[in-house]
């Protein structure tokens, strides 16, 4: 028979108490509960106390540990189950009041994956420009899951998913002011396509931007790009020359009839 032999109110947190027992072996510190817990289970010095009344003591204190933190947690903002699950791990909280807490906070209407979901993606809608591919990523990572996702996905509609990716490009386009046209199409295509739009939404896009690029424009961004090309060349005859001009500048999306019109400046100049 295990004997409570004392219980001191713990140095750093006034809340909990740690109780020391004697089994016959001489006085050792048992375990340590909270007030509530002390005072429902009617834990005092003097009493007689077996193994298994312990451990059941011990998982009522967890169970109420893993509740009233996660309580605090949810205060500051909401959380997904997953969330929750991965704090209280941390405490090292046992499975078994991990599972029962969790439960608990669904059924009290503290967790709801749904609810998370529909918040979640209002607040990307509203304050950033992320795709809908980014933002199902993020929520399965945080354990939604994909029936949830697709569901509450509805609310970020084709035509808002338009508005968001011209903003996007029409915000990305003036850094690429020394590209082709083409160029300018393929970096956008790759930019819709990291921040997480789908294909059908890129295909609207490319063709909803204005790039501004007057054949003009177009001819002396092509200018700029040869003349640093004709450096790296010039020491090749004059019809590898041409060649190697050509294809290096058709690769970055200009068309062959301005490059020829390129070419003739330059020579022009040399001349």
């Known amino acids: 028979m295990t004997i409570i032999t004392k219980i001191q109110v713990q140095k750093v947190n006034k809340e909990r108490f740690n109780v020391y027992t004697d089994d016959g072996g001489g006085e050792e510190f048992a375990f340590s509960v909270d ?105 399965k990572m945080k354990g939604i899951s994909n029936g949830v996702i697709e569901k509450e996905l509805k609310e970020f509609s084709t035509e808002k998913q338009v508005e968001h990716a011209v903003r996007l490009c029409e915000k990305k386009l003036p850094a690429f002011s020394r590209y082709s046209t083409l160029q300018k199409k393929n970096k956008l295509e790759e930019l819709l396509s990291r921040k997480g739009y789908p294909s059908n ?30 450096r790296k060349y010039e020491k090749f005859s004059e019809w590898e020359y041409k060649q190697k001009m050509k294809s290096a500048l058709f690769r970055k999306g200009f068309s062959i009839d301005l490059i020829d019109r390129a070419l003739d400046m330059l020579d022009d100049q040399l001349n």
């Open 201 to 230: 939404i890129i295909s609207i896009l490319l063709q909803e931007v204005e790039f501004d690029n007057d054949e003009d424009d177009e001819l002396q961004t092509l200018l700029q790009h040869a003349t640093k090309l004709q």
């Open 35 to 139: 007030a509530d817990t002390l005072v429902k289970h009617n834990l005092k010095k003097g009493l007689q106390i077996e193994q298994y009344e312990i451990e059941e003591i011990l998982h009522s204190d967890q169970l109420r540990k893993a509740y009233l933190t996660s309580i605090v947690y949810l205060s500051r903002m909401m959380r997904t189950k997953k969330e929750v699950e991965l704090n209280l791990e941390k405490l090292e909280i046992s499975p078994d009041a991990i599972r029962n807490t969790l439960q608990r906070l669904e059924d009290e209407g503290y967790l709801n994956e749904e609810q998370y979901t529909i918040s979640y993606i209002r607040t990307c809608i509203n304050t950033t420009l992320k795709g809908p591919i980014i933002i199902q990523k993020e929520l």
